[in-house]
């Protein structure tokens, strides 16, 4: 095995391993919100640093790959898509810690009912995440395409909870600052699931050449 | 002048054109924000897909730099640096329609009015965007480690401007809205200021070849 396909085959299971570590801070992000679980939390920020050094070490791994000779356009889309895809993960994570530091205020307040929608929206950006991701392993665009068509039904779900709460808040002074930790929680799921369409959008470029970054919106 | 070298100028110059475009973004929304002036949020969603479409224009031409051939050290962190600060505007754009819109919203209440700390959190990312984007140009790692020590001041003003709007909302039930809108802008320009730390960031791995990320956080 030549070295560039030895460190090729490095950098996809970095990803992986990347993914992996990444998952598991959003699954238990989303524990500690909807389950006021601190010890959930703690465990999202204590992965947060290790999530940030493998960041860096897959970025090393692809710039040596593009030092290291003239890679051909397959193997030059997958490792600028690994680029992506692996700076979209470490934004991931960084929205779960978000979503921790919420949940740990939260906790302070155990009378307020976190809002129903907000599981709803959870798992729709949970499940984007972990579609883009299989989309990745199984190079597959269809599974890809899938992911870009629930980022309207993020943004409704938002919008809902948004107003939900902002109504609550009217009549209830008294739980602004829960209302106000589930407004950030939400916004942070909504960006997860947009990291989520943007490594969907990187597995696209990268089995077909293709962009399909902006296309909803460039009727604005 | 070969045809690498000229692909690496127009690289070069649509990054700036793109950095021009996205500060434009940033003074309007912020404009729009502070003056409560209907049309300046008007000219940042307009100049939306102008700043999508470049993004990815930019991205092509880095692709194709990669693709061309074996580019020598330097060059080769110049493109990817220039990829990481190109991704890092689009966002700080999008950021900019996101303070754009909840300037929409505020007009609607214009009694309510904008908390002193606004204008100062607004001044201290916009200068630390500028600031990157200088150090870009003039290839000066001293201006972009300025731009990261910046960082924790956002911070504290971010919190200082999130407990007073959370104080004030407890007090005065029917200004929530306008409330939340500015907490939101306030959130839009703390990221617009983290983006910038990126850019300072990329601009320091292209000129010293060391990665100055998540040194902060290592010891959370």
Redesign the interface.
């Known amino acids: 095995m030549r070295h560039f396909d030895e460190l090729l085959e490095q950098l996809r299971r970095k990803l992986l391993e990347m993914s992996a570590l990444v998952e598991s801070s959003i699954l238990d992000s989303i524990k500690s919100l909807t389950e006021r679980n601190s010890s959930e939390a703690e465990a999202v920020?204590k992965r947060?640093?290790e999530i940030?050094?493998l960041?860096?070490h897959i970025?090393?791994i692809a710039?040596s790959l593009?030092?290291l000779?003239?890679?051909v356009?397959n193997d030059?889309r997958f490792i600028?898509a690994a680029?992506?895809i692996n700076?979209n993960l470490e934004r991931i994570g960084d929205l779960a810690v978000n979503i921790a530091e919420r949940s740990e205020s939260l906790i302070r307040h155990p009378q307020f009912p976190v809002r129903a929608d907000i599981p709803r929206l959870a798992d729709l950006a949970t499940s984007m995440v972990q579609q883009s991701l299989d989309a990745f392993v199984k190079k597959d665009t269809d599974v890809a395409r899938g992911v870009l068509l629930s980022d309207d039904a993020v943004d409704d779900l938002r919008d809902s909870i948004?107003n939900e709460l902002?109504g609550y808040?009217?009549?209830n002074?008294?739980a602004?600052?829960p209302c106000?930790d589930l407004?950030?929680a939400a916004?942070s799921l909504e960006r997860i699931a947009d990291h989520a369409t943007n490594i969907a959008e990187g597995v696209i470029f990268m089995i077909d050449g293709v962009?399909v970054?902006?296309h909803a919106?460039?009727g604005?």
């Open positions: 920020f947060e640093s940030n050094q960041e860096i970025d090393d710039t593009l030092a000779e003239q890679p356009a030059l600028t680029a992506k700076s948004y902002i808040m009217k009549k002074p008294q602004v600052q106000v407004m950030f916004r962009d970054r902006h919106q460039a604005r």
